[in-house]
T-cell receptor, first 111, second 114 residues
Framework: AQSVTQLGSHVSVSEGALVLLRCNYS??????LFWYVQYPNQGLQLLLK??????LVKGINGFEAEFKKSETSFHLTKPSAHMSDAAEYFC?????????FGAGTTVTVRA | DGGITQSPKYLFRKEGQNVTLSCEQN?????MYWYRQDPGQGLRLIYY???????QKGDIAEGYSVSREKKESFPLTVTSAQKNPTAFYLC?????????????FGAGSRLTVL
């Protein structure tokens, strides 16, 4: 069975500061890993994904994530937060036809 | 303009009533999914369909039903057997140029039971 744990349901950062969202997963097979972003009352939008190959993955809006097999982690980072980054972020792991999501982390950005 | 259309965006229902949420796509994607979102719980899979006339239960299928008679459409019925139906419902598709394993989501339907 696959599961995803996102550490911290809320993260508050200052504009211009580093954004770090933590995600750990459990998987019995090599995982496909994803980060999605959701703005209020909207669907989810793909930020980035890891399937195979390079473990540092770059996504949209300046976000990137690193797959660390030894730590079973896929943490999301952005060097400098912008006000428009305020949203909810979901980590997800894929197995067969199912995508299992973490509980989400809400990011607020302080001016 | 390609995409996924979910309707209605907001829906109110009295207890004991069935309600059907619509999901239509013109992306020509084979696979379609329904997720339920509750605060602090992430998304949970209700049903999914890999192909027309076939669908599978997800993790929380009890109290829900679906059909897949056309490739473009995957309606979800929330029945009176669903004990706590108030939630945000998201439809998603997979396939095409977005690539395998990547889900494209609709804007969602918010159901409130009065």
């Amino acid at each position: 069975a696959q599961s995803v744990t996102q550490l911290g349901s809320h993260v508050s950062v200052s504009e211009g500061a580093l954004v770090l969202l933590r995600c750990n997963y459990s998987s019995s097979v090599p995982p496909y890993l994803f980060w999605y972003v959701q703005y209020p009352n909207q669907g989810l939008q793909l930020l980035l994904k890891y399937t195979t190959g390079a473990t540092l993955v770059k996504g949209i809006n300046g976000f990137e994530a690193e797959f660390k097999k030894s730590e079973t982690s896929f943490h999301l980072t952005k060097p400098s937060a912008h006000m428009s980054d305020a949203a909810e972020y979901f980590c997800a792991v894929r197995h067969d036809y199912k995508l299992s999501f973490g509980a989400g982390t809400t990011v607020t950005v302080r001016a | 303009d390609g995409g996924i259309t979910q309707s209605p965006k907001y829906l109110f229902r009295k207890e004991g009533q069935n309600v059907t949420l619509s999901c239509e796509q013109n992306l020509n994607h084979d696979a379609m999914y329904w997720y339920r979102q509750d605060p602090g719980q992430g998304l949970r899979l209700i049903y999914y369909s890999q192909i027309v006339n076939d669908f599978q239960k997800g993790d929380i299928a009890e109290g829900y039903s679906v059909s897949r008679e056309k490739k473009e459409s995957f309606p979800l019925t929330v029945t009176s057997a669903q004990k706590n139906p108030t939630a945000f419902y998201l439809c998603a598709t997979e396939g095409g140029f977005s690539g395998a394993n990547v889900l494209t989501f609709g804007a969602g339907s918010r159901l409130t039971v009065l």
